[in-house]
């Protein structure tokens, strides 16, 4: 299985995905760091490079989730805190940290400042 992603491939995610991390929804202008193609089912569970299967990950989300494909339900939070609309949603926030102390800090200058959440 080969896991290269062609430059048009990788073009077509970041215009679908716009940019941002499809787990956090964080731009990669805000963080400054470049994305991460993630396989969303991963490689090594039979995933494919595929534009169904890839998506953009911020570091901190590609690297809590590595290569699981399920956790614990958790119930959700507040204000900044993102909140998953589903059993998914709130397993994919637990399993990324995605309201992880450090990141809540930021997050929260990010609205202050207008940047986050994306107005689209
Ligand atoms: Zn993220």
Redesign the pocket.
Known sequence: MSTYISESLRQKIIERDKSR?C??L?SEANSGIPMTYDHIHPVSKGGETTFENLCL??R??NEFKSDAVESIDPLSGDGTRLEGINAIGRTTIVK?R?NNPVILIARKRWVISGWHPPLD
Do not use: Q
Request: with cysteine; net charge neutral; proline share 0%.
């Open positions: 991390c787990y956090c964080t990950a911020c901190s989300c990324l995605i």
